[in-house]
């Protein structure tokens, strides 16, 4: 099916003239919104990947530290050769990005993000760097590291977390940044020629469908280069479950709700940017709710017929 947003398949298939298939690497990182003991942090945060095993031994000091850094690239090349051959024999895939997924990926000191990004891109060859990251980890430093990789073959994008435009849901959601942070980092990633792809998350227990458009005017005004859209999904062991058993209710998006609401932001959203991600996937053994959601196929042609029933495409109501 062809849907009237610009899919990232597309990007990649014009960009380098065949898919690209990303190689997900959990590298360690931790993040400086939650504390060691796991509390704190945004109240939708399960700490899923807070296997920071070797984080936390580097935490010691002297020669113990650096065996356990060595370790952490072991597991790095580890994770890689793993993602290769997956690739290449579920998609015989030809070129593979490398992905900084879990965590914080730009939470380290500057020589250390440097041998953990040199390391792994000496294992392979990558037509992509893509890192994750959150908008308060972003300084001129990093920026600078990052776009130190870039060349004619690779870009290097970068993933940060806003959420949501409001800074009172911000507030709310305990994602300890605002808007100007989100602001400032994106600007400072564009001097630095490197592309910015932005997670926004549907919560309708704080924000309104007006806010979800100020949030795409927001990527709009930015030149934001791609987007992932998200509902909110209630894991096992947050903040958010806590609510949600002590009150009983909650407001998500339903079905027909999250379809709509997609629709109405692609067509607001500029044609020029590229669209990762339309919806949240999580394993059932974390998910609490929403408990039955359409697979990813569903959920992606009903958004596009909502959008024909409109008669919108991308960027119409821009
Ligand atoms: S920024 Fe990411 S890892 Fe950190 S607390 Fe929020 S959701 Fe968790």
Same mark, same amino acid.
């Given at each position: 099916?062809?849907?009237?947003?610009?899919?990232?398949?597309?990007?990649?298939?014009?960009?380098?003239?065949?898919?690209?298939?990303?190689?997900?690497?959990?590298?360690?990182?931790?993040?400086?919104?939650?504390?060691?003991?796991?509390?704190?942090?945004?109240?939708?945060?399960?700490?899923?990947?807070?296997?920071?095993?070797?984080?936390?031994?580097?935490?010691?000091?002297?020669?113990?530290?650096?065996?356990?850094?060595?370790?952490?690239?072991?597991? $790095?090349?580890?994770?890689?050769?793993?993602?290769?051959?997956?690739?290449?024999?579920?998609?015989?895939?030809?070129?593979?990005?490398?992905?900084?997924?879990?965590?914080?990926?730009?939470?380290?000191?500057?020589?250390?993000?440097?041998?953990?990004?040199?390391?792994?891109?000496?294992?392979?060859?990558?037509?992509?760097? +893509?890192?994750?990251?959150?908008?308060?980890?972003?300084?001129?430093? +990093?920026?600078?590291?990052?776009?130190?990789?870039?060349?004619?073959?690779?870009?290097?994008?970068?993933?940060?977390?806003?959420?949501?435009?409001?800074?009172?849901?911000?507030?709310?959601?305990?994602?300890?940044?605002?808007?100007?942070?989100?602001?400032?980092?994106?600007?400072?990633?564009?001097?630095?020629?490197?592309?910015?792809?932005?997670?926004?998350?549907?919560?309708?227990?704080?924000?309104?469908?007006?806010?979800?458009?100020?949030?795409?005017?927001? $990527?709009?005004?930015?030149?934001?280069?791609? +987007?992932? $859209?998200?509902?909110?999904? $209630?894991?096992?062991?947050?903040?958010?479950?806590?609510?949600?058993?002590?009150?009983?209710?909650?407001?998500?998006?339903s079905i027909r709700?999250h379809v709509?609401? +997609?629709?109405?932001?692609?067509?607001?959203?500029?044609?020029?940017?590229?669209?990762?991600?339309?919806m949240?996937e999580?394993?059932?053994?974390?998910?609490?709710?929403p408990?039955h959601f359409p697979d990813k196929r569903d959920i992606l042609e009903m958004i596009?017929?909502?959008?024909?029933?409109?008669?919108?495409?991308?960027?119409?109501?821009?």
């Amino acid at each position: 099916m062809s849907y009237p947003w610009y899919t990232h398949a597309e990007y990649l298939l014009s960009r380098y003239g065949e898919r690209v298939y990303r190689i997900g690497v959990d590298a360690g990182f931790s993040c400086p919104n939650r504390n060691c003991d796991r509390s704190g942090g945004c109240i939708y945060c399960d700490g899923t990947g807070a296997v920071a095993v070797y984080q936390r031994e580097e935490e010691k000091s002297g020669e113990k530290a650096e065996g356990a850094f060595l370790k952490r690239l072991c597991s $790095i090349e580890e994770q890689i050769e793993r993602g290769k051959k997956f690739i290449r024999y579920r998609y015989k895939a030809k070129l593979a990005s490398l992905y900084f997924q879990s965590w914080s990926n730009t939470f380290a000191p500057v020589e250390k993000l440097k041998r953990i990004y040199d390391h792994a891109l000496s294992l392979g060859s990558f037509s992509e760097l +893509v890192i994750s990251t959150r908008p308060d980890l972003l300084s001129d430093e +990093v920026c600078s590291l990052l776009a130190s990789y870039k060349s004619p073959e690779r870009e290097v994008w970068v993933e940060v977390g806003l959420q949501t435009s409001s800074d009172e849901t911000l507030e709310k959601i305990n994602r300890g940044h605002d808007r100007k942070c989100y602001i400032d980092a994106v600007k400072r990633l564009h001097q630095y020629g490197l592309k910015v792809c932005t997670h926004l998350l549907l919560m309708p227990c704080f924000d309104r469908r007006s806010t979800y458009l100020e949030s795409i005017a927001l $990527i709009n005004e930015l030149g934001v280069e791609a +987007v992932k $859209i998200h509902n909110l999904h $209630i894991t096992h062991h947050t903040k958010m479950e806590e609510f949600f058993l002590k009150e009983g209710c909650i407001a998500l998006s339903s079905i027909r709700r999250h379809v709509s609401d +997609v629709a109405l932001m692609l067509a607001h959203l500029h044609s020029s940017c590229i669209v990762e991600r339309l919806m949240a996937e999580t394993t059932k053994a974390r998910l609490l709710c929403p408990k039955h959601f359409p697979d990813k196929r569903d959920i992606l042609e009903m958004i596009a017929r909502e959008m024909e029933r409109n008669g919108w495409v991308q960027g119409c109501l821009e």
